[in-house]
Antibody
């Protein structure tokens, strides 16, 4: 079964750092573009970052540029999002998401269940 | 950056047709994807590239895209179709994915 499982969520103070990770299984991870998409409590979906299959394309939403870093380890079938200088408005459920293709653009055809990140003093 | 608009809510009776619109500047020139998110669950892709369906998505769910409006149509609506629906495009000018604000479908 194709699966994405996030981990590493938690509570952090404003200005702090946190890394969320995603373990992929059941498919050839290295062949797909991967994303992080977040959803604040009671709000809509917001795309955060993308990384193509061999790291040749990396993109971020403007609000996280310079603060968040997306990375992947194709040997370990894993995706990470390192977040620093966190703000209250970064509080959200962070989904690990697979695209249908090796690089953007493309539809997202596999979603994890999400990791909750809460930024609060 | 590119902006997508959706109605906040659509209410329909069981067995009727729900149509959800997604507006954007010349959206007809872009590929539009649609996601269904049931309460407490992760989103699921229901239509991609304007009108294609992933395996397992019923034929009564369909999509179209022309001019300034893309649409998701759900025929013979069932109680299980109650969910939030989001459209998505790639903004090539900004190299980013954009989601619409979402439409809550309520089955009366």
């Amino acid at each position: 079964e194709e699966q994405l499982v996030e981990s590493g969520g938690g509570q952090v103070k404003p200005g702090g750092s946190l890394t969320v990770s995603c373990a992929a299984s059941g498919f050839s991870f290295r062949g797909y573009n991967m994303n992080w998409v977040r959803q604040a409590p009671g709000k809509g979906l917001e795309w955060v970052a993308s990384i193509s299959s061999f790291n040749n394309y990396i993109y971020y939403v403007d609000s996280v540029k310079g603060r968040f870093t997306i990375s992947r380890d194709n040997a370990k079938d894993s995706l990470s999002l390192h977040m620093q200088s966190l703000r209250v408005e970064d509080t959200a459920l962070y989904y690990c998401v697979r695209d249908k293709y090796a690089s953007p653009p493309g539809p997202s055809d596999l979603w994890g269940q999400g990791a909750m990140v809460t930024v609060s003093s | 950056s590119y902006v997508l608009t959706q109605p906040p809510s659509v209410s329909v009776a069981p067995g009727t047709t729900a149509r959800i619109t997604c507006g954007g500047n010349n959206i007809g020139s872009k590929s539009v994807h649609w996601y269904q998110q049931r309460p407490g669950q992760a989103p699921v892709l229901v239509v991609f590239d304007d009108s294609d369906r992933p395996s397992g998505i019923p034929e009564r769910i369909s999509g179209s895209n022309s001019g300034s409006t893309a649409s998701l149509t759900i025929s013979r609506v069932e109680v299980g179709d109650e969910a939030d629906y989001y459209c998505q495009v790639w903004d090539s000018n900004s190299d980013c994915y954009v989601f619409g604000p979402g439409t809550k479908v309520t089955v009366l």
